[in-house]
């Protein structure tokens, strides 16, 4: 599967912004997906999950109350929805795909075996 990360851009703290990853194919139900985030010079890092149907999400800790996670899967979307931005949460985000038939540790980078381009963000103070 080919994923599309946008959304991405300048934006001041305390603002928001609007991710999505769009998938290429319409089996993208049977996908686990997730964002992760790379500051400059750091790890790639998990920020948020969510399961094939939308059942069940996860986030990183210092994500909690300020991030959504959510899936179109009509439209092959899965979206970040950041509020209340920090000028440390400034990263390149990456969506990822993780297949239903294989195990699904969400945290880790290795769950997942497809990653879109990435999308800047970065939040000013």
């Known amino acids: 599967v080919q994923l599309q990360a946008s959304g991405g851009g300048l934006v001041q703290a305390g603002g928001s912004l609007r991710l999505s990853c769009a998938a290429s194919r319409s089996t993208f139900s049977n996908y686990r997906m997730a964002w992760f985030r790379q500051p400059p010079g750091m790890e790639r890092a998990f920020v948020a999950a969510i399961s094939s149907r939308g059942g069940s999400l996860y986030y990183e800790d210092s994500v909690k109350g300020r991030f959504i996670i959510s899936r179109d899967n009509d439209k092959n979307t899965v979206f970040l929805q950041m509020n209340n931005l920090r000028p440390e949460d400034t990263a390149v985000y990456f969506c990822?795909?993780?297949?239903?038939?294989?195990?699904?540790?969400?945290?880790?980078?290795?769950?997942?075996?497809?990653w879109g381009q990435g999308t800047l963000v970065t939040v000013s103070s």
């Open positions: 990822a795909a993780s297949p239903s038939r294989r195990s699904w540790p969400q945290r880790l980078r290795n769950a997942y075996d497809y």
